[in-house]
């Protein structure tokens, strides 16, 4: 029986150290860059999904919490769990 050890990278916010599990797994790649990449987009829709700041924070899709909902405003993100969102200016 042949055995070999892989390494990926998962993303983990650096507000609440959770990892992307919503779809039933957790996103990795063979890099940082793919794994921000893939958490980044939602649906590949670059305006939802988590948020990678200029100073190199990755800060999870959470709703519920006012640090998480500053970063995204910040970066122009809506975070909402429903798949259709309006922002009215």
Do not use: N
Request: proline share 3%; with cysteine; glycine share 8%.
């Amino acid at each position: 029986m042949a055995i070999g050890q892989e390494v990926c990278f998962v993303a983990v916010c650096d507000l609440c150290g959770t990892s992307e599990t919503s779809a039933g797994y957790t996103p990795h790649g063979s890099t940082e860059q793919a794994v921000i990449d893939i958490v980044t987009e939602k649906w590949g829709d670059p305006s939802c999904g988590w948020t990678h700041t200029p100073d190199g924070r990755l800060v999870c899709d959470t709703e519920d919490d006012e640090a998480h909902r500053t970063v995204h405003e910040e970066a122009g993100k809506t975070i909402s769990s429903c798949a259709m969102t309006v922002t009215f200016t």
